[in-house]
């Protein structure tokens, strides 16, 4: 296809209390028609509460059960970050259901340093590219924006999505990098980000967005609100833009150890 839809949604997570995150959510998407893809914030369902006992089952918990559901119901891929339990630790995956049932996903591969991520969750190995309506997407997590190498289109994808609980403290950071990699990787960019205090008092100011592939502000969410917006990006406009400045070509050449 040329064109891909996309439902952004910016959003509260109350903490620990999936039932609640996950019926407040079916509320708020039981209007949306006519889109491809739903986004969700990084760990929708519990908030980024790593060192607690709130990993879900990664084939029948209950955040991916409605995952499967939403999708099936309104006929869409929907997307979001799930904590999982995985090897005596947890992952940071990042879901993506369609609506005949396939279910894919990205474990986070950057762990966040700062707030001990690495020793509750383990990184995820394996770089993906996942195909929504035939448009190529690369997905991450969070502090995944920080490293462009992993992030570096090998003209491979389309589209970036990075959905993120990122702190309000590191708003510019946050709203720099999503244009940063949309400009070197000559892609469309899409951040999806949280609002709101998490259980730990860090607070989450938003910044959804959506830029294209020179790094121009196509969507903006406004910050400290809940936001769910749709979208409609073209492709054609980025093969064009990249036949006409084919930077790609010049790329170097590398490997990921």
Same mark, same amino acid.
């Given at each position: 296809? +040329? $064109?891909?839809?996309?439902t952004t949604v910016q959003t509260d997570i109350t903490w620990l209390n999936v039932t609640n995150n996950l019926n407040t959510l079916s509320a708020k998407l039981k209007n949306i028609t006519d889109t491809d893809l739903i986004l969700l914030p990084e760990t &929708?369902? $519990?908030?980024?509460?790593?060192? *607690?006992?709130?990993?879900?089952?990664?084939?029948?918990? !209950? %955040?991916?059960?409605?995952?499967?559901? !939403? +999708?099936?119901?309104?006929? $869409?891929?929907?997307? /979001?970050?799930?904590?999982?339990?995985?090897? #005596?630790?947890? %992952?940071?995956? &990042?879901y993506w259901v369609w609506p005949d049932g396939t279910i894919k996903y990205y474990d986070k591969r950057h762990l966040f340093r700062l707030g001990n991520e690495g020793d509750h969750v383990i990184a995820g190995e394996n770089r993906e590219v996942f195909k929504?309506?035939?448009?190529?997407?690369?997905?991450?997590?969070?502090?995944? *924006?920080?490293?462009?190498?992993? =992030?570096? @289109?090998? @003209?491979?994808?389309?589209?970036?999505?990075?959905? %993120? @609980?990122?702190?309000?403290?590191?708003?510019?950071?946050?709203?720099?990098?999503? !244009?940063?990699?949309?400009?070197? #990787? !000559? +892609?469309?960019?899409?951040?999806? @980000?949280?609002? /709101?205090?998490?259980?730990?008092?860090?607070?989450?100011?938003?910044?959804? =967005?959506?830029?294209?592939?020179?790094?121009? $502000? *196509?969507?903006? %969410?406004?910050? #400290?609100?809940?936001?769910?917006?749709?979208?409609?990006?073209?492709?054609?406009?980025?093969?064009?833009?990249?036949? =006409?400045?084919?930077?790609?070509?010049? =790329?170097?050449? &590398?490997?990921?150890?």
């Amino acid at each position: 296809m +040329s $064109t891909l839809t996309i439902t952004t949604v910016q959003t509260d997570i109350t903490w620990l209390n999936v039932t609640n995150n996950l019926n407040t959510l079916s509320a708020k998407l039981k209007n949306i028609t006519d889109t491809d893809l739903i986004l969700l914030p990084e760990t &929708f369902s $519990t908030g980024f509460a790593i060192n *607690l006992d709130v990993d879900q089952d990664p084939i029948n918990g !209950q %955040a991916l059960n409605w995952l499967v559901e !939403q +999708s099936t119901k309104l006929n $869409t891929v929907i997307a /979001g970050s799930v904590l999982v339990s995985h090897k #005596n630790k947890k %992952a940071n995956r &990042f879901y993506w259901v369609w609506p005949d049932g396939t279910i894919k996903y990205y474990d986070k591969r950057h762990l966040f340093r700062l707030g001990n991520e690495g020793d509750h969750v383990i990184a995820g190995e394996n770089r993906e590219v996942f195909k929504v309506n035939g448009v190529k997407v690369l997905p991450l997590i969070c502090y995944d *924006l920080r490293f462009p190498v992993w =992030a570096r @289109n090998r @003209n491979d994808y389309d589209v970036i999505v990075n959905v %993120a @609980n990122w702190p309000a403290t590191r708003r510019n950071i946050w709203d720099t990098l999503l !244009q940063a990699r949309a400009i070197e #990787n !000559q +892609s469309y960019v899409i951040g999806i @980000n949280r609002v /709101g205090d998490d259980g730990n008092g860090t607070a989450h100011s938003g910044g959804t =967005a959506i830029y294209d592939f020179c790094g121009e $502000t *196509l969507f903006n %969410a406004k910050d #400290n609100e809940i936001d769910i917006s749709t979208t409609t990006i073209d492709i054609t406009k980025l093969k064009q833009f990249k036949a =006409a400045f084919p930077v790609h070509l010049d =790329a170097d050449e &590398f490997n990921i150890v």
